[in-house]
T-cell receptor, first 113, second 112 residues
């Protein structure tokens, strides 16, 4: 099906473990984004990518790593998970020339114990 | 520091009771203001783009307007299906296309 998907939808992990959240879009959108959403902070940009192999930091990048070898995939890795990274993570994508009109995935709820 | 502030934090309406949400911003050189809707447990959904003061956009019972310092989202004769959190966002002032700064949102509940 066309659209943007995230996996897993729910994840529980332990402090110190590495976790990778997956994001896949079928529109061939140039831009892709990772946000986290927390009560009291709203949506905050973690990383974004303007094209394959082009990534840049957002507002809260510490502790996260991204890569984008293919246009359609944009995985987010937590190298050593901490409790403060417990959050809901959203991936989004947008087309070239309409970068602010973003299409969001369903989210991944991550709990770090 | 650039800021996006939304008010009120929460709004409870009776079906048919019109109201307005506010989004104020302090960014300089605004390059657009964007409204999104978020249903519980889902990702935000794009609603409107506004680029210049005086501009208005409409979609069903929603109308968004923009001034030099703020934007309003008017909900006319709301229905229960309009219940959601409404988010506004502005681009970062640095020249980085696609980066958005979101407000905290206004949670709207419409009761029958």
């Amino acid at each position: 099906d066309a659209g943007i998907t995230q996996s897993p939808r729910y994840k529980i992990t332990e402090t110190g473990r590495q976790v990778t959240l997956m994001c896949h879009q079928t529109w061939s959108h140039s831009y892709m984004f990772w946000y986290r959403q927390d009560l009291g902070h709203g949506l905050r940009l973690i990383y974004y990518s303007a094209a394959a192999d082009i990534t840049d930091k957002g507002e809260v990048p510490d502790g996260y790593v991204v890569s984008r070898s293919k246009t359609e995939n944009f995985p987010l890795t937590l190298e050593s998970a901490t409790r403060s990274q417990t959050s809901v993570y959203f991936c989004a994508s947008s087309a070239w020339g309409a970068s602010y009109e973003q299409y969001f995935g369903p989210g991944t709820r991550l709990t770090v114990t | 520091e650039d800021q996006v502030t939304q008010s009120p934090e929460a709004l409870r309406l009776q079906e048919g009771e019109s109201s307005s949400l506010n989004c104020s911003y302090t960014v300089s050189g605004l390059r657009g203001l964007f409204w999104y809707r978020q249903d519980p447990g889902k990702g935000p959904e794009f609603l409107f783009t506004l680029y210049s003061a005086g501009e208005e956009k409409e979609k069903e019972r929603l109308k968004a307007t923009l001034t030099k310092k703020e934007s309003f989202l008017h909900i006319t004769a709301p229905k229960p299906e309009d219940s959601a959190t409404y988010l506004c966002a502005v681009p970062w002032t640095t020249d980085s296309w696609g980066k958005l700064q979101f407000g905290a949102g206004t949670q709207v509940v419409v009761t029958p």
